[in-house]
Antibody, heavy 123, light 112 residues
Framework: QVQLVQSGAEVKKPGASVKVSCKAS????????IYWVRQAPGQGLEWMGM????????RFAQKFQGRVTVTRDTSASTVYMELSNLRYEDTAVYYC????????????????WGQGTTVTVSS | DIVMTQSPLSLPVTPGEPASISCRSS???????????LDWFLQRPGQSPQLLIY???NRASGVPDRFSGSGSGTDFTLKVSRVEAEDVGVYYC?????????FGGGTKVEIK
């Protein structure tokens, strides 16, 4: 079955970086975009960015530009999201999710989600 | 950026009764291909979000037919024909027409 499995919880100090992985299985990895979405404690969902695993092109929300890097390893069917210069307000659950559109079709949203990775920024 | 506005913020429901959530976008979500790029998600307590409806009115795989989505342009509605206990959680709409993708603030559905 289609599945996204994320790496475990992280605790980081302000100013540090965190790298979260998202391993895909059950489908052809390069055929579907992957998103990153975060959720601060008690808050709603916030779109951070996306990657096309076929080629590696990325797009990010303006507020994360310059601080977030998303890469992929096609041999491992894994996407990585690295957020640098962490602030207390980056404490959140970070989700990866797959877009449901088949190759060549416009993206339409997240049909499969990872289990989430809790990142805590604390001194 | 497209702003998504949901109402109500909170919705107490009685099992077996219908429920309805509204979502409005600051720009039309109608793509040139005739589809509205509006999704609905349910996030149950302690879980990852789950896709319910995509492109305005298409039920995702495995979603019960008591869930339905309607609307076009800037006004959309999610309806649950008969609420069940497992339907509690926070419902989000999201536009997928253009990046940045943006979510509504959420509607918390709880049992009366």
């Amino acid at each position: 079955q289609v599945q996204l499995v994320q790496s475990g919880a992280e605790v980081k100090k302000p100013g540090a970086s965190v790298k979260v992985s998202c391993k895909a299985s059950g489908y052809i990895f390069i055929n579907y975009f992957i998103y990153w979405v975060r959720q601060a404690p008690g808050q709603g969902l916030e779109w951070m960015g996306m990657i096309n695993p076929n080629g590696g092109s990325t797009r990010f929300a303006q507020k994360f530009q310059g601080r977030v890097t998303v890469t992929r390893d096609t041999s491992a069917s894994t996407v990585y999201m690295e957020l640098s210069n962490l602030r207390y307000e980056d404490t959140a659950v970070y989700y990866c999710a797959r877009d449901g559109a088949p190759p060549g079709a416009p993206i339409y949203g997240m049909d499969v989600w990872g289990q989430g990775t809790t990142v805590t920024v604390s001194s | 950026d497209i702003v998504m506005t949901q109402s109500p913020l909170s919705l107490p429901v009685t099992p077996g009764e219908p429920a309805s959530i509204s979502c409005r976008s600051s720009q039309s979500l109608l793509h040139g291909n005739g589809h509205n790029y509006l999704d609905w998600f349910l996030q149950r307590p302690g879980q990852s979000p789950q896709l319910l409806i995509y492109m305005g009115s298409n039920r995702a795989s495995g979603v019960p037919d008591r869930f339905s989505g309607s609307g076009s342009g800037t006004d959309f509605t999610l309806k649950v024909s008969r609420v069940e206990a497992e339907d509690v959680g926070v419902y989000y709409c999201m536009q997928a027409l253009q990046t940045p993708l943006t979510f509504g603030g959420g509607t918390k559905v709880e049992i009366k």
